[in-house]
């Protein structure tokens, strides 16, 4: 079973349109978690932090699930700008940060 | 502006060669990463430095080399006992270690090996 898993879509959507994905991970030490976005063939960008409590930042709302191992990432009233690839990162301890391999959204008109 | 520079952006090489791939940060991190991407897979660390002339295997180190003599640099050399060379190369920086997750990125070098 890998570290961590995303669906690797593309996820098809319109614009506005709201839009959520999922990312397991199988150690259950891990201590922090993170959604990062990269658009294509470009250099991965911190999106947010993943918090116990769940996140919010503007649109973008972050997820834990401790007990089933998931983080999730939902994205409301979708852009066309929101066209990207959205990494799950996983620090599973001892500074090992572990990247999904990425979920791909495509916003369209 | 600070931050982390690469270079080359695109780099061709032929088999059997060994190539430096350059890495510059100017954000004063201690701590500085290679990671290797490939079509379909998640990023997979190759090298890191938690400090100057220190530095740690990461799960896909054989055939590369790194060194770490000056804080702001960490060049990676792909040699040529790495099987598969062709990949995008991405350094990056933290402030803490890795500890807080949030990695500054270059904008990657492109490797091809014809």
């Known amino acids: 079973r890998k570290e961590v898993e995303q669906d690797p879509g593309p996820f098809n959507v319109p614009e506005g349109a709201t839009v959520a994905f999922n990312c397991t991970y199988s150690?259950?030490?891990?201590?922090?978690f993170f959604w990062y976005r990269q658009d294509c063939r470009k250099e991965p960008k911190l999106l947010m932090s993943v918090y116990s409590s769940g996140n919010e930042d503007g649109r973008f709302t972050a997820q834990l699930n401790r007990a089933s191992q998931y983080i999730s990432l939902l994205i409301r009233d979708s852009k066309l700008s929101d066209s990207a690839t959205y990494l799950c990162?996983?620090?599973?301890?001892?500074?090992?940060?572990?990247f999904g391999t990425g979920t791909r959204l495509l916003v369209s008109p | 502006d600070g931050g982390i520079t690469q270079s080359p952006k695109y780099l061709f090489r032929k088999e059997g060669q060994n190539v430096t791939l350059s890495c510059e940060q100017n954000l004063n991190h201690d701590a500085m990463y290679w990671y290797r991407q490939d079509p379909g897979q998640g990023l997979r660390l190759i090298y890191y430095s938690q400090i100057v002339n220190d530095f740690q295997k990461g799960d896909i180190a054989e055939g590369y080399s790194v060194s770490r003599e000056k804080k702001e640099s960490f060049p990676l050399t792909v040699t040529s006992a790495q099987k598969n060379p062709t990949a995008f190369y991405l350094c990056?920086?933290?402030?803490?270690?890795?500890?807080?997750?949030?990695?500054?990125f270059g904008e990657g070098s492109r490797l091809t090996v014809l």
């Open positions: 990056a920086s933290s402030q803490a270690g890795g500890r807080t997750g949030e990695l500054f």
């Open positions: 990162v996983v620090n599973t301890g001892f500074q090992k940060l572990v």
């Open positions: 150690n259950s030490a891990s201590q922090s």
